[in-house]
C-alpha cells in the first residue's frame, strides 16, 4: 500500500486544508453578493469548529475573533486568508509569504512563467 493511503497527519492535513482555502478565495467572486459574503463567513467560522487538529483550530478560532474575517471582495478575502496563514507560519517558526503575491501562488502562477 502506498504511504498516501494512511490518515492524514497535521502535516498532511495542514498542506491539504491551505490548498482547499486559497484556492476557494482564488475562485470567490470579485464582488460577491451579501448572501455569498455571509456565506463565505459562516464557512470560516463553522470550518474552524471542525478543523481535525483540535489545537490548530482552537489558536484559529481565536484568531478569528481577534481578526474579523473579511469576505467583501476577492482580494480582501483572499489577503486576510493570507495574513491567517503567516500567523500560523510564525507561531511553527516557517517564513512569511509576502500576501502581495497571494493570487499568483494560488490563481494566475507566478508572473516567471514557473507554473505555465
Ligand atoms: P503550508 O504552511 O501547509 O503551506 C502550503 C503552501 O502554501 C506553501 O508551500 C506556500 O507555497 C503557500 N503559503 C505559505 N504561506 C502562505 C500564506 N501566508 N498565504 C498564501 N500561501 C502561503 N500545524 C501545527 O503544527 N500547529 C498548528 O497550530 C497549526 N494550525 C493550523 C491551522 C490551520 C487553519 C491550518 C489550515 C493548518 C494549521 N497547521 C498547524 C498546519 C500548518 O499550517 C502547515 O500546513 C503544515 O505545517 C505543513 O506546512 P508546509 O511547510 O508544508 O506549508
Given at each position: 500500500?502506498?504511504?498516501?493511503?494512511?490518515?492524514?497527519?497535521?502535516?498532511?492535513?495542514?498542506?491539504?486544508t491551505?490548498?482547499?482555502?486559497?484556492?476557494?478565495?482564488?475562485?470567490?467572486?470579485?464582488?460577491?453578493?451579501?448572501?455569498?459574503?455571509?456565506?463565505?463567513?459562516?464557512f470560516?467560522?463553522?470550518?474552524s469548529?471542525?478543523?481535525?487538529?483540535?489545537?490548530?483550530?482552537?489558536?484559529?478560532?481565536?484568531?478569528?475573533?481577534?481578526?474579523?474575517?473579511?469576505?467583501?471582495?476577492?482580494?480582501?478575502f483572499?489577503?486576510?486568508?493570507?495574513?491567517?496563514?503567516?500567523?500560523?507560519?510564525?507561531?511553527?517558526g516557517?517564513?512569511?509569504?509576502?500576501?502581495?503575491?497571494w493570487q499568483?501562488?494560488?490563481?494566475?502562477?507566478?508572473?516567471?512563467?514557473?507554473?505555465d
Amino acid at each position: 500500500r502506498k504511504r498516501t493511503d494512511c490518515p492524514a497527519d497535521v502535516e498532511t492535513l495542514g498542506r491539504s486544508t491551505w490548498t482547499l482555502l486559497h484556492s476557494i478565495a482564488a475562485t470567490y467572486p470579485r464582488t460577491p453578493t451579501q448572501s455569498q459574503q455571509n456565506d463565505l463567513t459562516s464557512f470560516i467560522r463553522l470550518f474552524s469548529k471542525f478543523y481535525p487538529c483540535w489545537v490548530c483550530a482552537e489558536d484559529f478560532q481565536e484568531y478569528i475573533e481577534k481578526e474579523k474575517i473579511k469576505a467583501g471582495s476577492r482580494d480582501e478575502f483572499g489577503n486576510w486568508l493570507c495574513e491567517a496563514h503567516n500567523e500560523v507560519n510564525r507561531k511553527l517558526g516557517k517564513p512569511t509569504f509576502d500576501c502581495s503575491r497571494w493570487q499568483e501562488r494560488w490563481k494566475t502562477g507566478w508572473k516567471d512563467g514557473s507554473c505555465d
